[in-house]
């Protein structure tokens, strides 16, 4: 399942933007969520991720100006994004399934990606 992420845009330093990802009707409440994203020439990178009980976790980059969150009964997943930086822009990616799973981005496809670009 390839899940579509949205919410992107162009954004000045220090703005905000919220990303959402549907999850599927049929995903499981304890599949764990992950936000990635991916420049140019770089390998995907996790992050945040959030485990079934809500246990969150970031990359340095990102703690204190992103929050990962997820609503189950609106199957969404999302990322709060403030204080945003140049060097934030990237191409956003969701996906969702087993913890460990999340935690190593190995996931058989990924859909399109949200790209959000941050003027300086």
């Known amino acids: 399942v390839q899940l579509q992420a949205s919410g992107g845009g162009l954004v000045q330093s220090g703005g905000s933007l919220r990303l959402s990802c549907a999850m599927p009707?049929?995903?499981?409440?304890?599949?764990?969520g992950g936000w990635y994203r991916q420049t140019p020439g770089k390998q995907r990178e996790l992050v945040a991720s959030?485990?079934?009980?809500?246990?969150?976790n970031y990359v340095d980059s990102v703690k204190g100006r992103f929050t990962i969150s997820r609503d189950n009964a609106k199957n969404t997943l999302y990322l709060q994004m403030n204080s945003l930086k140049p060097e934030d822009t990237a191409v956003y990616y969701c996906?969702?399934?087993?913890?460990?799973?999340?935690?190593?981005?190995?996931?058989?496809?990924w859909g399109q990606g949200t790209l959000v670009t941050v003027s300086s």
């Open positions: 009707g049929t995903f499981s409440k304890v599949d764990a």
């Open positions: 996906n969702i399934g087993p913890f460990r799973t999340v935690l190593r981005g190995a996931f058989g496809s």
């Open positions: 959030i485990t079934a009980v809500g246990s969150k």
